[in-house]
């Protein structure tokens, strides 16, 4: 049983770094080509400002969703609630292509996975598949994290210039990250 929840985990966990990826990665060219920055500020500087927002609200969730998943006793829950916050935070900018609209994205999704990458680290310490084998796992599921940011550009590339631009890509992002929600109900052995 333990293989097969493993295996959803990193299922989950590849999708969630799928999709915040494909959109995160490509900030400076929404920033350039989407939105309508204030005057003076340039698509680098807005990235300057985005990112290290982003990293707070990150920082900030990753304690915050770590405690409360350790107290409640409960994993999937917030993997789940996570990846479909993320997928909120991605709609934004589709609703509201400006500058507060990334701004709001930026935290959001900030929070969200922040939150995401502290309990679905937990997630997957229980359930490994053997305790003698316990590294060569985690070197597996190394690749549900750094695979995605690998493949996230190319997807992003096809997505906005095949179907439908930037804001396919944001819709593209958000549905992949919820199937990494879904991903991790079939998980048995954690709650």
């Known amino acids: 049983m333990k293989a097969g929840d493993f295996r959803w985990a990193f299922i989950g966990r590849f999708l969630m770094m799928l999709g915040y990826f494909a959109v995160v990665l490509y900030q400076l060219y929404i920033l350039q080509d989407l939105i309508d920055l204030p005057d003076g500020l340039s698509p680098a500087g807005a990235v300057a400002v985005i990112s290290p927002l982003g990293s707070v609200c990150m920082l900030l969730s990753t304690v915050a969703g770590g405690v409360l998943s350790d107290r409640i006793g409960r994993r999937k829950p917030f993997i789940a609630v996570s990846c479909v916050f993320t997928a909120i ?8 292509p400006t500058w507060a609209g990334m701004l709001v994205f930026a935290v959001l999704t900030g929070l969200s996975f922040g939150c995401f990458m502290a309990v679905d680290t937990a997630l ?3 359930v490994l598949p053997s305790a003698d084998d316990a590294a ?3 070197g597996v599921l190394n690749i549900a994290n750094a695979g995605p940011q690998i493949i996230a550009p190319f997807v992003a590339s096809v997505v906005v210039s095949s179907l439908g631009g930037y804001t396919a890509l944001f819709v593209t992002g958000a549905v992949i990250t919820v199937l990494g929600a879904l991903a991790v109900t079939p998980i048995r052995s954690v709650r």
């Open 124 to 126: 997957v310490t229980l």
């Open 136 to 138: 060569r796992d985690m």
């Open 89 to 96: 935070g991605m709609m934004i900018p589709v609703v509201s």
